[in-house]
């Protein structure tokens, strides 16, 4: 900060070959047109969104003893009063949920962060049964003897608004963190040289309102549509999937076949988009159902009996018959109970039978996969879904996020440690070195299982099925794709 001020004596210092009179008459009119013009507050830190990748961040560097010291702000268009005080009764779930790593589970803890989480509403699950709609090759990912951590999770579901509401709390304890909530950012711009600062290569968060926030590093944690990768000029390349992602709270008719010690996930991939059942507290889960815009219409339009209908039929009935039931607009119930008589399968090999849809709980929301060219600019650094989006079916959108946000950590606590400008682009590339193209690497299996799995016929078919099966018996391939699900693998890049 000290290179950027300029010494105020040019304003009180007097002009030569002007009378004193005039002197002090032009001094008066300088101080007044300075006095006049908004400032900027500055901040070494300003994050623009307040999810849990920006919260994670800003707990992050407050929690670190060497990062501690930098002043940093947060800016949030909603109120996080709400989310503070959100609650629900231990029978009602939040329809949108995501799959949590034991490795960020790990990086939520060292930032203090998962002691304030409501573990009561986090499920841990253990096993995967992964499938193949239209062939039924299968692969069943349970850890093999010795393979297995100590707890043997895989992963756990959490609710997004239990994780943000954990993480305010954790930065409410931290303190020290400057709270713009329910503003809504205007504009971007670089900075101007004033007679004190120099903010000419300095963004400046224009607020509603007129509060101004002069950054030495903005991070854009503020979602696909990111107003700071705009403001960064950093193109964002990409496409949608012509499919919507349908969720739901569902009531199950127990706690799964393996007992609530032994929580099973579920994912049957159909020519349409993959179905997958996430198994949450006692007998309720959550659905993450891509399918078709037109599918997704009438999966919302149906009443709780047909919807739960289709949904056990996804998990039970072929391609061809499921195809023919998106074609019906009521009775779904009387159509699925005709057909499963005719149709033979494993009960204990899939999902127990959903019974029951919590009120208010089916929703969707149109899937796309995006990459941002970079992550960094100068004075700019970008994480979660301002850097990138991923197709739901590995589960692993937060948990890129919260990779991001750990390296951005690290990057800046180097930075910071070594005397360097946290916002100089040479201090941010380890970060866009580390994350970019370890994303890039699982962004493109992701969009390549899509592409695979949407064939319903044709020689790709046995060839999926055939390595499906391949990986199933090879037991230390196997346990190397559940490291990597699980984010205790090595780094592939």
């Not at 407050?62 to 609650?87: C, F, G, H, Y």
């Amino acid at each position: 900060m000290e290179a950027l001020i300029f010494t105020s004596r040019s304003l009180r210092r007097s002009t030569p070959n002007i009378c004193r009179s005039c002197n002090r008459k032009l001094r008066q009119q300088l101080t007044r047109s300075y006095a006049s013009t908004s400032q900027p507050d500055i901040y070494d830190v300003v994050c623009v969104g307040g999810g849990p990748a920006g919260l994670s961040l800003l707990a992050a560097l407050k929690a670190n003893p060497i990062t501690s010291s930098l002043r940093v702000a947060l800016i949030e268009a909603q109120d996080l009063n709400k989310l503070r005080s959100w609650q629900l009764p231990s029978n009602r779930f939040s329809n949108r949920c995501s799959s949590l790593t034991p490795s960020s589970a790990n990086f939520l803890d060292k930032i203090g962060a998962w002691n304030h989480i409501n573990r009561d509403r986090v499920q841990p699950y253990h096993e995967m049964q992964v499938w193949d709609g239209v062939s039924d090759a299968r692969i069943e990912f349970d850890w093999a003897p010795g393979e297995a951590p100590d707890n043997r999770t895989i992963a756990y579901m959490i609710e997004n608004l239990n994780l943000t509401s954990g993480l305010l709390k954790r930065i409410d304890e931290l303190s020290g963190i400057t709270t713009f909530d329910g503003a809504r950012v205007e504009n971007i711009t670089l900075g101007e040289e004033t007679d004190e600062l120099d903010f000419r290569e300095w963004p400046i968060v224009h607020l509603d309102g007129g509060k101004q926030l002069a950054a030495r590093l903005l991070v854009g944690a503020d979602g696909a549509n990111s107003p700071v990768r705009a403001f960064a000029g950093i193109d964002s390349k990409g496409w949608d999937y012509g499919r919507h992602g349908v969720v739901a709270t569902l009531e199950l008719e127990g706690e799964g076949w393996g007992g609530n010690d032994m929580k099973i996930a579920y994912q049957r991939f159909l020519p349409t988009g993959p179905i997958a059942m996430l198994p949450l507290p006692g007998n309720y889960s959550t659905l993450v159902w891509s399918t078709t815009p037109s599918n997704a219409a009438l999966l919302k339009s149906l009443s709780a009996k047909d919807f739960l209908a289709l949904v056990n039929a996804a998990f039970r009935l072929s391609p061809v018959d499921l195809e023919f039931m998106h074609t019906m607009s009521t009775g779904h119930s009387d159509e699925l109970a005709w057909r499963i008589q005719h149709t033979h399968f494993d009960a204990e090999a899939i999902p127990q039978k959903a019974v029951g849809v919590q009120d208010g709980t089916v929703a969707s929301f149109p899937l796309k996969l995006r990459h941002a060219d970079t992550y960094i600019g100068e004075r700019v650094a970008l994480v979660g879904d301002a850097a990138h989006t991923v197709h739901p079916l590995a589960g692993q959108g937060l948990n890129q996020g919260q990779g991001d946000v750990e390296s951005l950590a690290r990057t800046i606590e180097y930075a910071v440690s070594h005397g360097m400008d946290i916002g100089a682009r040479m201090s941010l590339e380890p970060y866009n070195a580390e994350r970019y193209a370890a994303n890039h690497v699982l962004l493109g299996v992701v969009d390549k299982l899509h592409k695979l799995y949407s064939v319903g016929s044709g020689p790709l078919v046995p060839l999926r099925s055939w390595g499906l099966s391949a990986v199933n018996a090879v037991a230390p391939l196997k346990g190397f794709f559940m490291k990597q699900a699980a984010g205790n693998g090595i780094k592939i890049l």
